[in-house]
């Protein structure tokens, strides 16, 4: 049982698992994700051979979740699987003082990746 903890971080992380029912331009049906949505929230729809679409929830109509993705719904097909995300949160340091990034914390300026700061501050409290 001592090694239970290391076995445990060891697992890959628990995702609630919906479905994309529709794409109409750039909004995102989604549904099976159940209950305790709230819009903001995070999530990534699945593309066969291509990098996954992140995405945010905007709106909600009756059982349907509406998304809209932040890349292209290039190869996206009804049926895909989606998944909710982690809420964002970044750990900024004197390092970042000066850089470009966008609205998750992504480096824009072409200077490379950002140094973590020892903190993290979630981008969306409470």
């Known amino acids: 049982m001592a090694d239970a ?6 697992l890959p992380p628990h995702h609630r698992w919906g479905r994309l029912a529709a794409v109409r331009g750039a909004a995102l049906s989604v549904e099976g994700l159940g209950g305790g949505l709230s819009i903001g929230d995070r999530m990534m729809v699945r593309r066969p051979g291509q990098p996954a679409v992140e995405g945010e929830f905007v709106a909600f109509e009756g059982g349907t979740a509406i998304a809209v993705p932040e890349g292209s719904t290039e190869g996206l097909a009804p049926g895909a ?3 909710l995300e982690e809420p964002l949160s970044l750990a900024p340091c004197d390092a970042w003082l000066g850089r470009v990034i966008d609205g ?12 973590a700061g020892r903190r993290a501050v979630p981008l969306r409290r409470p």
């Open 5 to 10: 903890p290391a076995l445990l971080r060891q």
């Open 81 to 83: 699987r989606v998944w």
């Open 104 to 115: 998750q914390g992504r480096p824009l300026d072409g200077r490379g990746p950002l140094p």
